[in-house]
């Protein structure tokens, strides 16, 4: 059978991603099949540490673009080797809530750094541990920032990231469907203003289309008589 998939989902802050990597996350261990989640930045100890570094540490707000890159590159470089690529190996589905793509639209594009040396570094980082699959949670900038800041809780504050004006996303929203017209079979571009419930649908037909062998691991959901 062939290796299980490594799955990455994309998209703006503010676009649902995370929600839809917990749907399909459940699915998957209700069935019984082996499964990792992971998240960038983050996914191991250092990681961990880089991504508060990234987000929240005091020191961020002198952090250069080019700091920020390779902070990145190098949290990201760390979970493949030690967390990704074991467990594609032992035949664990991996799951991740951003990867590489993130840092060719957010510091190669909205950054504005030199995207041939972000693909160079990105390549460096990840090796040949390459989603299968992406998908793009598209959506507007005003919708994902409404619900940006619905979702900020006091406590915890807004991240770094979260503080980027409207122009910022506007170019990581054109960066990332422009990413997705060059490699249209690994990123699948998901409408994210519709209802939960669809979206989970399609992205669980677009895997079930694609990964046969996964597809066939997982028991047919029963409907209710009354739906």
Excluded at 47 to 72: D, N, W, Y
Excluded at 82 to 109: H, W
Excluded at 148 to 177: N, S, T, W
């Amino acid at each position: 059978m062939p290796r299980l998939p490594f799955i990455t989902f994309e998209g703006s802050e503010g676009c649902g991603k995370s929600t839809q990597v917990s749907l399909l996350a459940s699915r998957l261990t209700n069935a019984g099949v082996p499964l990792l989640v992971t998240r960038e930045p983050g996914g191991t100890a250092i990681g961990e540490k880089i991504r508060h570094l990234l987000q929240f540490a005091p020191e961020s707000v002198a952090m250069t673009p080019e700091t920020e890159l390779l902070l990145f590159e190098a949290s990201r470089s760390q979970l493949v080797r030690e967390v990704i690529q074991p467990a594609l190996d032992r035949g664990t589905v991996v799951i991740s809530d951003r990867f590489a793509d993130s840092t060719t639209v957010y510091q190669g594009v909205a950054r504005r750094l030199d995207q041939e040396m972000v693909g160079h570094l990105n390549t460096f980082a990840v090796g040949k541990c390459w989603p299968d699959l992406t998908f793009l949670l598209d959506i507007d900038v005003e919708t994902a920032r409404a619900r940006m800041m619905r979702r900020v809780r006091p406590a915890a504050g807004i991240d770094r990231m979260e503080q980027e004006p409207l122009k910022f996303y506007e170019a990581v929203c054109l960066a990332y469907r422009e990413l997705a017209a060059r490699e249209p079979y690994r990123i699948r571009v998901i409408d994210a203003t519709r209802p939960i419930e669809e979206i989970e649908q399609e992205i669980w037909e677009i895997i079930s289309t694609r990964f046969g062998h996964l597809a066939r691991m997982i028991p047919a959901r029963r409907h209710s008589r009354h739906s």
